[in-house]
C-alpha cells in the first residue's frame, strides 16, 4: 500500500517536471545542440591541429587512437553523469527559487521520491538525447562505435551511476543549507567537468588535480567505461574494482549525508524567499 | 548620468556575492582548459606546424587563449540583455526601471556595457591565469598595441548585442536561442580550430561577425604584426560597427514598437 503510494507520489512529480520542461521546448534543441558542438569541436580542432583523425600521442596514453570516439565515450559518462548531479540540486533550488520547496517537502511523500521524480525525467532525457547521438555521430562525424562494445560497457555506466547518485544527494544536502546556492552548483558542476576526463585523459592533469579527479566517481567511470568498450573486462579489471570501490563509498557517505541534512532542517526550517 | 548609476547598481549586485564571482571565473577557466587541454592531448605537445601554417600562430595555448578570451567579451553585451533583462523582468522592476525619467536606450546600454566591464575584469583575470599555467610570454607593448583594437571591438560587439535587446523585450524568455546562437560563433570565428578547416562558404560567411576580425586583428598584434598589417581586419571591424548599430537599432525601435502595444508585462 505504501509502495504503491509513492509510486503513485513518483509519478505526480515526474509529470510535473516534465510538463515543466515541455513549456521550454527551445531548451531541448539548444541541449542537443550542445552535444554536436562538443563533438564538432573536437573533430575540428584534431584536424586543425594535426590533419588527421588519428592520434598517435593520444594512443599511447589511452590506447584510443580515435580521438573523437574517445572524446565522444566521454562526453556521453559526462552527460549521464550529470544527470544525477543536476537532477538532485536543482530540484531543490528550483522549488527554492520558486518559493513552492516548504509545500512539496511538507507533502505526504519521502524526500527521496521528490527527489527521484526530478531525476527520472533527466534520465529519460538523457537516454533520449543518446538514441538522437549515437547515430547521427556515426553518419555525421563518422565516429566509431562497436554495438557490442557499447553494451559491454553499460554495465560499468552502471556502477558509476551508484556513485553519481551518492555524490548528488550530498550536493543536494548541502544545496538546503545555502541562501544563495546558484554558484556553489556551477562551481561544483564545473569541476565535475574539468575533472570528468570527458575530453582529455586526466593523466596529462597535475598531479594534485589527478588525486581529485580519482576522488570523484566520474573519471573512473570514464576511464573503466572506455577500457570496457575497447578491451573487454578481462583487461580493465582494476578499473573496475576501484568503480565498484569509489561508488559504495560515495553511495553510503551520500545517504548519511543527506539524512543528516534533512535532520537538521526538522530543526532549523527549510530556507524560503 | 543615468548610465552610470545603472553600471553602479550592476556592479554592486554582481561584487556583493562574492562566491558568485568566485564561480564566474572557475567556468571562465575550466571551459578553456577543456579544449586546451584536449587540443594538447591530441597533439602530444604544444606547437602545431599545420596551425602554424594556416594562421601564423603555431603555439595552441596561445591560439586558444586569445580567442577564447576575445569570444567571452563578444558575447557579454548579449548575455547582458538576455539574462539582464529577464532577470528585471522576474524581480518585477523592469517595467518601473522603463517609467523612470531616463531613456530606455540608456538604459539598456548601462546594462550592456556594466556587463561587458565585468566580464573584462573577469576576463583578466582568466587571461592572467591561463597566461601563468601555459607559459605564454606576453610583453607590455603587445597589452599596449592590442588596447585600441580591443576598443574599436567593444564597440561592434555592444551594437552586435544590441539586436537581442529588442528581441528579449518582445519574446522575453530568448536563453535557449542565444546560447545556440552563442556557441555558433565558437565554431564561425575559428576560436578553438583554424577557419581553414571549414567549408569556404563558411569562411566568407564569418566575415560579418566582428568577432571573426577581432580575433583574427590581436592575434596579429600577438605574433607581432604592424597595425598596417591588420589594416584589412580593422576595415572591416569599422564598418561592422556601423552596419550592426544601425540594424541593432532598427530592430530595437520595432520590437519596441510591439512592446508597447502588447506590453512589457512581467513573468
Same mark, same amino acid.
Given at each position: 500500500m505504501v509502495v504503491t503510494e509513492e509510486l503513485r507520489?513518483?509519478?505526480?512529480?515526474?509529470?510535473?517536471?516534465?510538463?515543466?520542461?515541455?513549456?521550454?521546448?527551445?531548451? *531541448?534543441?539548444?541541449?542537443?545542440m550542445l552535444g554536436f558542438f562538443f563533438v564538432g569541436q573536437a573533430l575540428l580542432i584534431g584536424i586543425g591541429l594535426t590533419g588527421q583523425r588519428n592520434s598517435p600521442s593520444l594512443q599511447r596514453i589511452t590506447g584510443y587512437s580515435d580521438y573523437l570516439t574517445f572524446a565522444v565515450l566521454g562526453f556521453m559518462v559526462l552527460g549521464f553523469g550529470l544527470t544525477f548531479l543536476s537532477g538532485f540540486v536543482w530540484s531543490v533550488v528550483d522549488e527554492l527559487y520558486a518559493g513552492t520547496l516548504e509545500y512539496s517537502f511538507a507533502? +505526504? *511523500?519521502?524526500?527521496? &521520491?521528490?527527489?527521484?521524480?526530478?531525476?527520472?525525467?533527466?534520465? =529519460?532525457?538523457?537516454?533520449?538525447?543518446?538514441?538522437?547521438?549515437? +547515430? =547521427?555521430? $556515426?553518419?555525421?562525424?563518422?565516429?566509431? $562505435?562497436?554495438? #557490442?562494445?557499447?553494451?559491454?560497457? =553499460?554495465?560499468?555506466?552502471?556502477?558509476? &551511476?551508484?556513485? *553519481?547518485?551518492? #555524490?548528488?544527494? &550530498?550536493?543536494?544536502?548541502?544545496?538546503?543549507?545555502?541562501?544563495? +546556492?546558484? +554558484?556553489?552548483?556551477?562551481? #561544483?558542476?564545473?569541476?565535475?567537468?574539468? =575533472?570528468?576526463?570527458a575530453m582529455y585523459p586526466v593523466s596529462i592533469l597535475p598531479k594534485p588535480l589527478q588525486l581529485l579527479a580519482n576522488a570523484m566517481p566520474y573519471a573512473p567511470t570514464s576511464e573503466a567505461v572506455r577500457k570496457v568498450v575497447a578491451f573487454g573486462y578481462s583487461n580493465a579489471l582494476g578499473e573496475i574494482g576501484y568503480l565498484i570501490l569509489?561508488?559504495?563509498?560515495?553511495?553510503?557517505?551520500?545517504? #548519511?549525508?543527506?539524512?543528516?541534512?534533512?535532520?537538521?532542517?526538522?530543526i532549523l526550517g527549510l530556507k524560503s524567499y | 548620468?543615468?548610465?552610470?548609476?545603472?553600471?553602479?547598481?550592476?556592479? @554592486?549586485?554582481?561584487? @556583493?556575492?562574492?562566491? @558568485?564571482?568566485?564561480?564566474?571565473?572557475?567556468?571562465?577557466?575550466? %571551459?578553456?582548459?577543456?579544449?586546451?587541454?584536449?587540443?594538447?592531448?591530441?597533439?602530444?605537445? @604544444?606547437?602545431?606546424?599545420?596551425?602554424?601554417?594556416?594562421?601564423?600562430?603555431?603555439d595552441y595555448p596561445t591560439y586558444a587563449l586569445v580567442g577564447y578570451v576575445l569570444w567571452w567579451l563578444s558575447v557579454s553585451p548579449m548575455e547582458a540583455y538576455v539574462w539582464g533583462i529577464r532577470r528585471e523582468l522576474q524581480r518585477g522592476t523592469f517595467e518601473t526601471n522603463i517609467a523612470a525619467p531616463v531613456r530606455i536606450t540608456e538604459l539598456l546600454l548601462g546594462i550592456a556595457l556594466s556587463w561587458l566591464i565585468m566580464d573584462s575584469l573577469l576576463m583578466t583575470v582568466v587571461f592572467a591565469f591561463g597566461a601563468l599555467i601555459f607559459h605564454i610570454s606576453i610583453t607590455f607593448s603587445i597589452l /599596449?598595441?592590442? /588596447?585600441?583594437?580591443?576598443? /574599436?571591438? %567593444?564597440?561592434?560587439? /555592444?551594437?552586435?548585442?544590441?539586436? %537581442?535587446?529588442?528581441?528579449?523585450?518582445?519574446?522575453k524568455h530568448i536563453g535557449p536561442f542565444a546560447q545556440i546562437f552563442e556557441f555558433s560563433m565558437l565554431f564561425f570565428s575559428g576560436i578553438f580550430f583554424p577557419l581553414g578547416v571549414m567549408p569556404g562558404i563558411v569562411v566568407e560567411f564569418s566575415k560579418i561577425l566582428p568577432l571573426t576580425h577581432s580575433v583574427s586583428a590581436i592575434?596579429?598584434?600577438?605574433?607581432?604584426?604592424?597595425?598596417?598589417?591588420?589594416?584589412?581586419?580593422?576595415?572591416?571591424l569599422i564598418l561592422l560597427v556601423f552596419v550592426y548599430w544601425l540594424i541593432g537599432y532598427a530592430i530595437f525601435r520595432w520590437a519596441e514598437r510591439v512592446t508597447r502595444v502588447m506590453g512589457y508585462g512581467g513573468y
Amino acid at each position: 500500500m505504501v509502495v504503491t503510494e509513492e509510486l503513485r507520489a513518483l509519478y505526480g512529480v515526474a509529470v510535473k517536471s516534465w510538463r515543466i520542461f515541455l513549456s521550454y521546448r527551445l531548451w *531541448m534543441i539548444s541541449d542537443i545542440m550542445l552535444g554536436f558542438f562538443f563533438v564538432g569541436q573536437a573533430l575540428l580542432i584534431g584536424i586543425g591541429l594535426t590533419g588527421q583523425r588519428n592520434s598517435p600521442s593520444l594512443q599511447r596514453i589511452t590506447g584510443y587512437s580515435d580521438y573523437l570516439t574517445f572524446a565522444v565515450l566521454g562526453f556521453m559518462v559526462l552527460g549521464f553523469g550529470l544527470t544525477f548531479l543536476s537532477g538532485f540540486v536543482w530540484s531543490v533550488v528550483d522549488e527554492l527559487y520558486a518559493g513552492t520547496l516548504e509545500y512539496s517537502f511538507a507533502s +505526504p *511523500m519521502r524526500r527521496i &521520491t521528490f527527489f527521484l521524480g526530478n531525476v527520472l525525467v533527466r534520465i =529519460l532525457l538523457s537516454f533520449l538525447y543518446m538514441a538522437v547521438y549515437v +547515430p =547521427l555521430f $556515426i553518419l555525421i562525424f563518422g565516429v566509431h $562505435i562497436n554495438p #557490442l562494445g557499447f553494451l559491454r560497457g =553499460l554495465p560499468v555506466l552502471l556502477i558509476g &551511476t551508484v556513485g *553519481m547518485i551518492g #555524490l548528488g544527494m &550530498t550536493a543536494a544536502g548541502i544545496v538546503l543549507y545555502l541562501k544563495d +546556492p546558484g +554558484p556553489f552548483i556551477n562551481i #561544483l558542476e564545473m569541476l565535475v567537468f574539468a =575533472l570528468s576526463g570527458a575530453m582529455y585523459p586526466v593523466s596529462i592533469l597535475p598531479k594534485p588535480l589527478q588525486l581529485l579527479a580519482n576522488a570523484m566517481p566520474y573519471a573512473p567511470t570514464s576511464e573503466a567505461v572506455r577500457k570496457v568498450v575497447a578491451f573487454g573486462y578481462s583487461n580493465a579489471l582494476g578499473e573496475i574494482g576501484y568503480l565498484i570501490l569509489i561508488s559504495l563509498v560515495y553511495s553510503i557517505s551520500g545517504y #548519511l549525508a543527506y539524512r543528516w541534512s534533512e535532520r537538521q532542517a526538522r530543526i532549523l526550517g527549510l530556507k524560503s524567499y | 548620468m543615468a548610465i552610470i548609476a545603472v553600471i553602479e547598481k550592476e556592479f @554592486r549586485m554582481f561584487f @556583493r556575492y562574492p562566491l @558568485r564571482v568566485f564561480s564566474s571565473i572557475l567556468v571562465g577557466i575550466v %571551459f578553456l582548459l577543456q579544449f586546451v587541454f584536449f587540443g594538447q592531448a591530441v597533439l602530444g605537445g @604544444r606547437y602545431s606546424q599545420l596551425l602554424a601554417s594556416s594562421t601564423g600562430i603555431g603555439d595552441y595555448p596561445t591560439y586558444a587563449l586569445v580567442g577564447y578570451v576575445l569570444w567571452w567579451l563578444s558575447v557579454s553585451p548579449m548575455e547582458a540583455y538576455v539574462w539582464g533583462i529577464r532577470r528585471e523582468l522576474q524581480r518585477g522592476t523592469f517595467e518601473t526601471n522603463i517609467a523612470a525619467p531616463v531613456r530606455i536606450t540608456e538604459l539598456l546600454l548601462g546594462i550592456a556595457l556594466s556587463w561587458l566591464i565585468m566580464d573584462s575584469l573577469l576576463m583578466t583575470v582568466v587571461f592572467a591565469f591561463g597566461a601563468l599555467i601555459f607559459h605564454i610570454s606576453i610583453t607590455f607593448s603587445i597589452l /599596449l598595441k592590442s /588596447l585600441p583594437v580591443l576598443m /574599436l571591438s %567593444f564597440l561592434a560587439f /555592444l551594437g552586435f548585442g544590441f539586436i %537581442f535587446a529588442g528581441l528579449v523585450m518582445m519574446l522575453k524568455h530568448i536563453g535557449p536561442f542565444a546560447q545556440i546562437f552563442e556557441f555558433s560563433m565558437l565554431f564561425f570565428s575559428g576560436i578553438f580550430f583554424p577557419l581553414g578547416v571549414m567549408p569556404g562558404i563558411v569562411v566568407e560567411f564569418s566575415k560579418i561577425l566582428p568577432l571573426t576580425h577581432s580575433v583574427s586583428a590581436i592575434r596579429g598584434i600577438f605574433i607581432g604584426k604592424s597595425y598596417s598589417e591588420i589594416a584589412p581586419s580593422i576595415t572591416w571591424l569599422i564598418l561592422l560597427v556601423f552596419v550592426y548599430w544601425l540594424i541593432g537599432y532598427a530592430i530595437f525601435r520595432w520590437a519596441e514598437r510591439v512592446t508597447r502595444v502588447m506590453g512589457y508585462g512581467g513573468y
